[in-house]
Structure formats: C-alpha cells, structure tokens
C-alpha cells in the first residue's frame, strides 16, 4: 500500500503490516477522541516510517492512507478521522 504522511511525501507499506497499523490507528483515535493531546502523538507516523520505503521525491502515485503531518495538533487529527478512522479495514 502507499501511505502520504503529509508534508513528507509517501511510502510504499507491505500490506501485511495492515493489521499492526490499524491497532496504532485506533489507539490515535482513541486519544483524539478523549482530547489526550500527549497520547495521540505520532506512534503511527513513527511505525509507518520505519515499516515504509519512501517513493522517488518526483513519483506521484494514488495513496491508499494520508496520516497527518508530524506536527499536527488533535483538531487537525480529528479533522482527518472519519468512518473507519485512517487505516482502511
């Protein structure tokens, strides 16, 4: 799968790592919803960036996920959490 972290640029995901980044999504989600602004901090951004392999800078592919920029605050991140949350079940 390809993943935008937004303001990085995108990453090609293996999919099997689908399930291990869903718990990440809703442990965030969980923390945007309680207003825990030190919790929902990037545990999922970090994860995707050590599973990923980032795209060429000049390739733009169709992205399966877009996760918020690192600097994000919680009103940003609940914008972004919609339905199923950012992962995709």
């Given at each position: 799968m390809i993943v935008r972290i937004l303001g990085e640029g995108q990453l090609q995901v293996d999919d099997s790592?689908?399930?291990e980044l869903n718990v990440l999504d809703a442990a965030l989600e969980k923390a945007v919803n309680a207003g825990d602004e030190?919790?929902?901090r990037?545990?999922?951004l970090d994860r995707?960036?050590?599973l990923g392999s980032?795209?060429?800078e000049d390739a733009i592919e169709p992205s399966d996920l877009i996760l918020p920029y690192a600097d994000a605050d919680?009103?940003?991140v609940r914008e972004l959490i919609t339905g199923e949350g950012l992962i995709p079940g």
């Amino acid at each position: 799968m390809i993943v935008r972290i937004l303001g990085e640029g995108q990453l090609q995901v293996d999919d099997s790592a689908t399930d291990e980044l869903n718990v990440l999504d809703a442990a965030l989600e969980k923390a945007v919803n309680a207003g825990d602004e030190r919790a929902f901090r990037p545990a999922l951004l970090d994860r995707v960036r050590s599973l990923g392999s980032p795209l060429a800078e000049d390739a733009i592919e169709p992205s399966d996920l877009i996760l918020p920029y690192a600097d994000a605050d919680l009103e940003d991140v609940r914008e972004l959490i919609t339905g199923e949350g950012l992962i995709p079940g």
